[in-house]
């Protein structure tokens, strides 16, 4: 038995959810019995529903503690497209504003207070709350982006802090911890911190399903290919870059390619930054070129990709930082672009390091992600695993799940580079040695003296690609190592001469090309595309009216569903996921309205604009067809036409098959179901244009004349069309 029968209602009521996502019930269920709670979600998780929709079910307030200002309006405004009762009070508000918002609080009209720590503990503000606890009551402490109160974390805020107060002076008001924190000591360290009495503990797969990671090598065509991703999605990204100087050159270049992007980094003013940042999260401009600095605190659900177009830290940081795509759970693209190069640099600032514990880590955690980049195992595997959590491979969503790289025995050439290596003495570099192998003719290699060694030019059968490949995965599986001096000179180690004497093979993974492929292009895809364009447009407008972000009215998911469903009517329209009851008052009739002209101009465009395809003469309607087109387009059932017109229904049919035939706007979807449309048509390919009775036999009775005639007619149009094209 449900202790809660009814939270599905209320989600659907007040958010437009249909469900709830992994975890969400079972937490709400615990916030509604007054438990402290600590949730540990993934970004995109879908954390701040478990403490807004108990506000809504809970009496009195629910204070929410956020640590930036930006993080709180974006949520205040999304609560308030919903119609719910959310503020905030932070120090952009001027004293009038502050005022009248805290009357509100105390009179009992706000069901969602957001503020930063350091106002909710001050002097001023303890009182006041004193008063809505007596006067109202206070539901819920919900502490978002919890690790912040940890020194363990990655973005410790001492004002957090100070939140202990509010466990001792209302020791009867049950606290929400909510963070996307995997690690097990800022878990227990914010427990502690808090003071959380007993939490029931939520901790939620980190895995992403619907983000598809990839790895490519970063060569010559790096640049090409990132085009092409950004190219080929339709909505939001963010690239990331490691420097300031890289950004503004990669921004310069993706706008001669006429790509909508901006910088943002460290160099930009405040001013500049914020505004680049608004006009991102407000859908003016698609591409968000960026420093790390950028990101945390956007609460963007469109981000349909993240490119790193170089090196990240460490493990860590990539997964939140690639996991500000798809917050929504749509399908988006991860891409990092790998070199060896990257490494270089990162390794040359390690050593610059003078903590030696400090350098210690530092390495540690490139060569996690150096395993990550190379690795032939499947990216969820090595990325969970990083945070404990054991997952069994093959996910079908990531590089070496789809196109796993052949693994070839290249024993042989492993024995040739590594004896090159030798024969050299161990003094020379990779390029050196591959010049060596594949015989170049070149000064140095002439003054050593290497031109006269066994193993000068027996490489040639191989590219100087192919040999650093090798040289690289050698370094990688730890058969060859590299001193770390900036000169990289090549070493053999015990394992090399177990290679050398033939005692170990050696297996290296080849890549083979890639292409994208999110979704395949069919044709139903791209009409869905073309309208999800319009509706994106409309939202665009609607969004700019109120001077808030686009999703904030709908998400690109709810957009996707409407072009999808194509509902006609408010009811249906209501039955999306995603709408709400406010939603469906407020945008319902807009949105129907631009899916109705879709509609329209879908059947009307194609003989207007491709009048080669069809021959006017053969399209024009007779007079009798254009009588029943036109009560058609009144609305009235073929019963009621064939009433009206006095003439039996299978005329009627015939009349709206001979239509369809000519193009004329006659919706075949609302004839004839689409399952029974689909097998008719497959019927037809096979069988081609004959009378109705072999058709129907194939069949079977559930299918009628009617619905094969108009079928028939749509399915003679479209050979037509491609016999003519
Ligand atoms: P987090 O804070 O964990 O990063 P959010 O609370 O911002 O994630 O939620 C991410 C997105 O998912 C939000 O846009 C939110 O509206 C949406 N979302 C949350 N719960 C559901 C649900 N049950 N069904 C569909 N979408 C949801
Ligand atoms: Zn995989």
New binding site residues.
């Given amino acids: 038995m449900l202790q809660y029968p009814h939270l599905e209602k209320a ?1 659907k009521h007040h ?1 437009g ?1 249909d ?3 992994p975890g ?1 019930r079972q937490i709400i269920e615990d916030a509604l019995q007054n438990r402290d709670l600590m949730v540990v ?1 993934p ?7 478990c403490f807004q929709l108990p506000a809504l079910l809970k009496p009195g307030l629910t204070v929410v503690v956020s640590p930036l200002i930006a993080l709180m309006q974006d949520q205040v405004e ?1 609560l308030r497209t919903n119609n719910i009762s959310a503020t905030f009070l932070n120090s952009s508000l001027n004293t009038y504003k502050v005022r009248s918002r805290e009357e509100a609080i105390m009179n009992g009209k706000v069901k969602l207070l957001y503020v930063a720590p350091e106002r909710l503990v001050s002097d001023r503000f303890l009182p006041l709350l004193d008063v809505v606890k007596e006067k109202i009551g206070i539901a819920n402490f919900a502490i978002d982006e919890a690790h912040c109160v940890s020194e363990w974390g990655h973005d410790f805020r001492p004002e957090y802090r100070q939140l202990i107060l509010l466990r001792k002076r209302y020791p009867q008001v049950p606290t929400t911890a909510l963070t ?1 924190t995997a690690t097990d000591r800022v878990r227990s360290d914010i427990i502690q911190q808090l003071g959380l009495k007993q939490p029931s503990i939520h901790i939620a797969s980190f895995n992403r399903q619907n983000l598809y990671y990839e790895v490519r090598s970063k060569s010559k065509q790096a640049y090409a290919e990132l085009l092409e991703i950004v190219r080929e999605n339709e909505g939001s990204g963010i690239i990331y870059c490691l420097t300031r100087k890289k950004v503004d050159e990669l921004t310069f270049k993706l706008q001669k390619d006429k790509v909508a992007a901006l910088p943002y980094h460290a160099g930009l003013s405040d001013e500049e930054r914020s505004k680049n940042q608004t006009r991102f999260i407000r859908d003016d401009v698609r591409v968000m070129v960026a420093t790390i600095a950028f990101g945390m605190g956007i ?1 963007k ?1 469109d981000v349909r990709f993240v490119i790193h177009s170089d090196l990240p830290r460490n493990l860590e940081s990539y997964y939140q930082e690639s996991g500000r795509a798809g ?3 749509e399908p988006s693209r991860c891409t990092l672009f790998f070199s060896f190069g990257d490494v270089k640099t990162i390794e040359w600032s390690i050593n610059q390091k003078t903590d030696p514990q400090e350098q210690l880590i530092a390495k540690q955690q490139l060569r996690q992600v150096i395993d990550y980049a190379e690795g032939t195992d499947c990216r969820r595997t090595i990325q969970l695993s990083y945070f404990g959590e054991r997952f069994p491979g093959n996910c079908g969503n990531c590089d070496n799940c789809l196109y796993p790289k052949p693994v070839q025995d290249w024993t042989i050439e492993a024995m040739k580079f590594l004896s090159c290596v030798a024969r050299c003495k161990e003094r020379y570099g990779m390029v050196y040695i591959i010049d060596v192998l594949r015989g170049a003719k070149n000064q140095k290699i002439a003054l050593n003296k290497h031109d006269e060694l066994s193993t000068y030019g027996i490489g040639k059968d191989r590219t100087v690609d192919e040999w650093r490949m090798l040289g690289r995965s050698l370094l990688h599986q730890g058969l060859l190592e590299q001193t770390p001096d900036g000169y990289s000179v090549l070493k053999l180690n015990p394992l090399s001469w177990e290679v050398m004497r033939k005692q170990r093979t050696v297996s290296i993974a080849v890549p083979v090309a890639q292409k994208i492929n999110l979704e395949d292009g069919n044709t139903k895809a791209a009409e869905v595309e073309i309208l999800m364009n319009r509706l994106r447009i409309l939202r665009k407008q609607l969004a700019d009216e109120q001077a808030v972000p686009p999703y904030v009215i709908f ?1 690109d998911s709810t957009l996707k569903l409407m072009a999808q469903v194509q509902p006609k009517t408010l009811y249906e329209f209501g039955e999306l ?2 709408v709400g009851s406010h939603k469906l008052a407020q945008y319902g009739d807009k949105f129907l309205a631009e899916i109705q002209a879709y509609r329209q101009e879908q059947n009307l465009q194609i003989p207007k604009n491709n009048p080669v395809y069809y021959p006017a003469v053969d399209n024009f309607p007779s007079d009798t067809e254009s009588s029943t087109l036109e009560l058609y387009q009144q609305g009235l059932t073929i019963e009621e036409i064939a009433q009206e017109r006095n003439v039996r229904t299978s005329t009627i049919i015939k009349h709206l098959s001979d239509l369809i035939e000519k193009n004329q706007p006659v919706d075949l979807n609302q004839l004839v179901p689409l399952e029974h449309q689909k097998k008719i048509w497959q019927v037809l390919e096979v069988l081609g244009d004959i009378s109705l009775t072999p058709i129907r036999e194939n069949l079977g009775q559930s299918y009628t004349f009617d619905e094969i005639r108009l079928v028939r007619a749509r399915w003679r149009r479209e050979k037509r069309k491609t016999e003519l094209s």
């Fill in positions: 989600l958010f959810y469900q709830f996502r969400q979600m970004t995109g998780g879908g954390k701040s529903l999304a996307a609460n659900p917050r929504d759970d998400h996921s995603g």
